[in-house]
């Protein structure tokens, strides 16, 4: 299916030390659409809206909410023009359970690729500077699966709405959320070691308890 969109993601992700961990300020791969097409591109996790006085508020736009992502500031401009989809194996939840914290990593059940809705943005300091370019993932509900690990999830999008999401107008992009079936996910414990990102590798989604699911 990734097929459809005529862009290889799996050979650019190959072409790179597979991040394990990766957290804001890191760049991670999205796919965007513009005149050119489809395509994959290297951007930073951590939006800095175009009218940002400098790039440190990057750091806490790492989520937008699906339920204001067309109206709030730092979101709206990037949500009518610069929609993409962030391509990811799973993501880690924490948990506190007796007085601690746990972390888990949440995944699809068969091994597939998700693929989240997510926004991109360009900015620089000057007309003189390179563009830094940074990216957001768009966050909604949680399903049956995760409502008990977080109160939000990233919106999962199916391969049938990727395109809408991408290039459509702007009430079709309102619309996918709407429209977004629940996502297959299963989820197991995993090493406390993530929670810094300085920490990679494998072992870090190595299950420490059996899978669960719905």
């Given at each position: 299916m990734l097929e459809e969109l005529e862009v290889d993601i799996i050979g650019e992700i190959n072409q790179r030390e597979p991040n394990y961990n990766i957290a804001p300020t890191a760049r991670g791969?999205?796919?965007?659409?513009?005149?050119?097409?489809?395509?994959?591109?290297?951007?930073?996790?951590?939006?800095v809206?175009?009218?940002?006085?400098?790039?440190?508020?990057?750091?806490?736009?790492?989520?937008?909410?699906?339920?204001?992502?067309?109206?709030?500031p730092s979101f709206r401009a990037a949500f009518r023009k610069r929609r993409c989809l962030v391509p990811a194996?799973?993501?880690?939840?924490?948990r506190t359970e007796e007085g601690a914290r746990?972390?888990?990593?949440?995944?699809?059940?068969?091994?597939?690729?998700?693929m989240f809705a997510g926004l991109w943005e360009g900015w620089r300091a000057s007309p003189d500077d390179d563009w830094l370019h940074t990216y957001t993932i768009v966050t909604g509900e949680p399903g049956r699966v995760t409502a008990d690990i977080h109160q939000r999830q990233p919106v999962i999008l199916p391969p049938d709405l990727w395109r809408v999401w991408m290039s459509g107008d702007t009430d079709e992009a309102a619309a996918v959320f709407s429209a977004v079936p629940e996502a297959p996910l299963a989820y197991h414990p995993v090493t406390k070691a993530v929670n810094s990102s300085r920490n990679q590798g494998s072992a870090l989604i190595e299950p420490l308890g059996p899978d669960r699911s719905a």
């Open positions: 791969l999205i796919v965007g659409h513009g005149d050119a097409g489809y395509g994959v591109k290297w951007y930073r996790w951590g939006l809206p175009s009218w940002a006085k400098d790039s440190k508020g990057g750091a806490k736009l790492f989520n937008a909410r699906s339920e204001t992502v067309a109206t709030m194996s799973g993501y880690f939840e924490w746990q972390p888990y990593f949440i995944h699809d059940p068969e091994g597939h690729l998700m």
